[in-house]
């Protein structure tokens, strides 16, 4: 059985990562979204983008199954925030259609030297090719892109992990 105050802290060290995420990426927010959506108590709507982010300190597999119903009852895409530490944090982009979702995970957060805030899937069979979901200027935007060079690449993983490791170490605070 999980420590309900262990789990409860890790709630709000994962909602804090998930707005400090917002606000870098420059995202216009809404939290209210539990007056229309009541299973979105934790969500936060990134209103120019019309997308919902969710933070939640389950594993990614059972996060998706929760969030699949509400993304189709939202009709909206959702970036779902899983994780209680930088070492379990994993990303998952779910994609609304109408009759459709489609999912991209795990997604890996990489931040450009400028800041710029991407999340990016390794596309199957095509080691030099990427789908890449830019969170740029309030911008969402999903494109298939060549991968920068690799050692470009790492410095952009390794931005988003420093900038992850401060992000929870400022939710632990709590």
Not at 97 to 116: A, K, N, Q
Not at 151 to 160: H, K
Request: charged residues 20%; hydrophobic residues 50%; glycine residues 4%.
């Amino acid at each position: 059985m999980v420590n309900a105050q262990a789990k409860a802290r890790a709630d709000v060290r994962i909602q804090r990562v998930a707005m400090m995420l917002c606000h870098h990426a420059g995202l216009t927010i809404e939290r209210n979204l539990a007056t229309l959506f009541p299973a979105f108590h934790q969500a936060i709507h990134a209103v120019r983008v019309d997308m919902i982010v969710l933070p939640t300190s389950a594993g990614l597999p059972f996060a998706r199954r929760w969030a699949e119903p509400l993304v189709r009852e939202a009709r909206t895409d959702l970036l779902l925030l899983a994780g209680t530490c930088p070492s379990s944090f994993e990303l998952a982009f779910a994609r609304w259609r109408p009759g459709l979702i489609d999912w991209d995970y795990p997604l890996h957060l990489c931040m450009s030297p400028l800041g710029e805030v991407r999340f990016v899937l390794p596309m199957a069979g095509e080691a030099e090719r990427a789908r890449t979901i830019h969170l740029a200027d309030a911008v969402l935007r999903t494109v298939v892109e060549s991968l920068p060079n690799e050692s470009d690449l790492e410095e952009g993983f390794s931005r988003a992990d420093r900038w992850l490791a401060e992000a929870f170490a400022v939710g632990s605070s709590a």
